[in-house]
Structures are given as C-alpha cells and as structure tokens.
C-alpha cells in the first residue's frame, strides 16, 4: 500500500486515551511522519467525517456508541464506496469476530489491549504490503 507522503488518517474509538495513545504510536513511525491525524469519538461522527474528507487510512474501534465499527465498515465500503485502508481495532478476539470484520472489507484486525508495538507492526505490514 502506497501512502501519500503526508498522510491523513482518522482514528475512530470512544476512549479518548485509546485515541490519543494510537495517534501518539502513529506519529512515532518514521513512515508516517507528517501524517495528519483527525480523531471521532464515534461511527456516527467518523462516517460525517469519511463523506467530507478525503482519509488515506483508518483506524477504528468496534464497541461504539451510535454506530459501531461493523457498521461503519459497512457503510464506508458499501455506501461510500471507500478503497482505503480500514483497520479494526477491538477487543472483541474471537475467530468469529474477526472473520465477520474480514469478511465485511477490514484490511486488517488488532486485538485490544493496544500495545504500541503491535499497532506498529500492523501499519508497517499494510504499508510494506504491494
């Protein structure tokens, strides 16, 4: 996956740490250095925020109030037709949910608790990847 040279992102989860500690561990790598980060509270709010704004990437969580992540892939690939990158972060681990994220158009799926090693390891897979 090619990234443009300053990125933009939106970082979706309802945890405001969670939130600030992947914007913290994606500005630490050196590939994404520039990246401009946006962040939504919500599936609601980041779906407003994914039909007004052109994102290069998304991270986002699934336990959400209003829309969760599976709808909100859902409806980023479906209704708004989007090709980007969306990568499921939950804690949510079971096979099953995992597959339904896959199936439904994640590029990828991190298992909660976050450590900034694996959401590292992830992006550069998806960045590294052709």
Same mark, same amino acid.
């Given at each position: 996956m090619r990234l443009p040279r300053h990125p933009r992102l939106l970082i979706v989860d309802d945890s405001i740490v969670v +939130?600030?500690?992947?914007?913290? !561990?994606?500005? &630490?790598? #050196?590939?994404?250095? /520039? *990246?401009?980060?946006?962040?939504?509270?919500n599936g609601a709010i980041a779906l407003k925020k994914l039909? &007004?704004?052109?994102?290069?990437?998304?991270? $986002?969580?699934? +336990?959400?109030?209003?829309?969760? /992540?599976?709808?909100?892939l859902r409806v980023a690939r479906q209704e708004l037709g989007l +090709?980007? #990158?969306?990568?499921l972060v939950s804690t949510l681990g079971r096979e099953e949910d995992v597959q339904r994220g896959m199936e439904a /158009? *994640? !590029? *990828?799926?991190?298992?909660?608790?976050? $450590?900034p090693h694996h959401i590292k390891m =992830?992006? +550069?897979?998806?960045?590294? =990847?052709p």
């Open positions: +939130r600030r500690v992947m914007a913290l !561990t994606v500005r &630490q790598l #050196p590939e994404l250095v /520039g *990246a401009e980060i946006d962040e939504a509270g039909a &007004q704004v052109p994102y290069d990437l998304v991270l $986002s969580d699934i +336990r959400m109030p209003l829309v969760d /992540g599976f709808e909100l +090709r980007i #990158p969306i990568v /158009g *994640a !590029t *990828a799926y991190i298992l909660k608790p976050l $450590s =992830a992006l +550069r897979e998806l960045i590294d =990847a």
